[in-house]
């Protein structure tokens, strides 16, 4: 049985226990992941606006603390529905954000959209030293 997008995070919070005991989360997926649209024969070609549009939708709601607004991100339309067609590539952001804290660094060290509808948006929380 498919759970919903908010079991998903909700897993990531109880995930939260295991970082404060030095453990690293690491999640690895895509926020952009449209096989059915991705130029296979040039990986450099210029994305798709949709494609696009969604990624910094999505990197901004994470800079502003927006979960709600990713765990619910359908609700973005048209850009959500193509980036987002399954969501076994998207749901491991959903576990790193719920084992994140608000006070955490957030830096982006890689951002791309490779053929056109593949987003490697990489995400990092470093906890803030006291």
């Known amino acids: 049985m498919k759970k919903p997008e908010k079991y998903h995070y909700e897993m990531g919070r109880e995930l939260r226990k295991l970082r404060?005991?030095?453990i690293l989360i690491i999640g690895s997926g895509?926020?952009?992941?449209?096989?059915?649209?991705?130029d296979f024969d040039d990986i450099?070609?210029?994305?798709?606006d949709w494609a696009i549009e969604f990624d910094k939708n999505i990197k901004t709601a994470i800079l502003n603390h927006d979960h709600e607004k990713i765990i619910d991100?359908?609700?973005?339309g048209k850009s959500a529905e193509l980036s987002v067609p399954s969501t076994e590539h998207y749901l491991p952001l959903l576990y790193v954000l719920g084992a994140s804290e608000n006070n955490e660094k957030i830096s982006f060290?890689?951002?791309?959209?490779?053929?056109?509808?593949?987003?490697?948006?990489?995400?990092?929380?470093?906890t803030m030293e006291q």
């Open 44 to 48: 450099n070609a210029k994305p798709y």
């Open 73 to 76: 991100y359908k609700k973005m």
């Open 109 to 126: 060290p890689h951002e791309s959209i490779q053929g056109k509808s593949i987003s490697m948006l990489c995400v990092k929380f470093e």
């Open 30 to 38: 895509d926020t952009v992941h449209n096989l059915r649209m991705m």
């Open 20 to 22: 404060e005991n030095g």
